[in-house]
């Protein structure tokens, strides 16, 4: 449990857990405009976000609190309504057109996408849903309309916020828009409660935003330890993926774009290669993920790199796969390497640790928490190839530190489940939907 979920019982110690669990919400509406919790990880906008969002609901429903989730189609002739799990259902929203939509013009559908909201909510009984909760700054802005619409409390995850974005941008990537900015501050500012990843993330928020502490809660994500687990072991997992059983074989997952910083691994291991050109010979690079945000604009861009670098031979391009077969994928590397220039929390770098797989990322955002440095991986200060490179030297010459690692890394991960991530976020919803009750009655007091 969080310090925060911590804080509310310590708060209310007299109210009784069965009228506690009266005031938790029964029905919620999740909002996730610009990326749908049905798309495929890996492709085009779809990432960690998408993950969180399906395992939550689930966890979510499975504590008896339903979840609809509205996503904008993205396709025509969707059904309206998809069952993802009992208890769980994913609301096709027609906002815009279909397709060849960017995720920085849908500000423009925001309305469109609000109208579709209300006309669904419309179609119920006053009161259906009991507490609104968005992800990402442009479905904050449909949810602050729609949960002082329906007279319900709101509460928002940011995912990623502009000005920490901003702080750490790629070379040549493209900042986030002012627009962003002033529309993140509204939202913190609307919502009864804001949920962190980290507490690095609950600091940006009042530093940043001038987000009120009280409101902000810490609640880490998880990991399906079903799906990512160590399964058969790495060699098994080699040979399902036909990858040598003797390679190193640093992995890259996720989407390719300036951001996610594939281009360092490739960097490092041209570094390595040089000094080490005897390691070629057993050497596998897997890059799993498709172009992405601003790494749309060349989609050819890390293939032309590993030519010029002269390393196009170890590295192997593999479109982005289910969850399963990432999970092979995890288990067949040697580490999982996430050089990122930001990440909230780094979900991937917990499913890695989970299928036993040690993590070499950059010491940013949520990757320290995600990742114990010289325990379960290795954490690098900054963005030079060298030093990635370094560390993989390490993982060429010392078999036994996969091993070592790796089962570290595995314990580790058993800390993160989902499970516990949605108790403490239910409990943030008590939180919030207590909290509003007061407003509404201060304010008609």
Sequence with gaps: MSQYAARIGRRSPSVPSRLRLHRRPRRVAMLSVHTSPLHQPGTGDAGGMNVYIVELAQRLAAINIEVEIFTRA?????????????GVLVRHVDAGPYEGLAKEDLPAQLCAFTHGVMQAWARHRPGYYDLVHSHYWLSGHVGWLAAQRWGVPLVHAMHTMAKVKNASLAAGDTPEPA????????????????????????????RHYAAEPAKVAVVHPGVN???????????????????PQDALVPLFAGRIQPLKAPDILLRAVAVLLDERPELRSRMVV????????????KPEGLQKLAARLGVADVVRFCPPVGQERLADWFRAASVLVMPSYSESFGLVAIEAQAAGTPVLAAAVGGLPVAVRDGVTGFLVDGHDPAAYARVLRRFADEPSLHTDMGAAAARHAQGFGWDTAAATTADVYTAATQSHRRRVRSQHG
């Excluded at 500012?189 to 928020?205: K, P, Q, V």
């Design 74 to 86: 993205t396709a025509g002739g969707l059904p309206p309504t998809v069952p993802l799990a009992p």
């Design 179 to 206: 627009a962003r900015v002033i529309g993140e501050t509204q939202i913190v500012a609307a919502a009864d409660r804001l949920i962190a990843n980290t507490a690095e993330e609950a600091g940006e928020l009042a």
């Design 225 to 243: 330890l079903d799906r990512f687990r160590p399964g058969d072991g790495r060699a098994a997992a080699r040979a399902r993926l036909d990858l």
């Design 286 to 297: 897997p890059v799993v993920g498709g172009p992405s945000g601003s790494g749309l604009a």
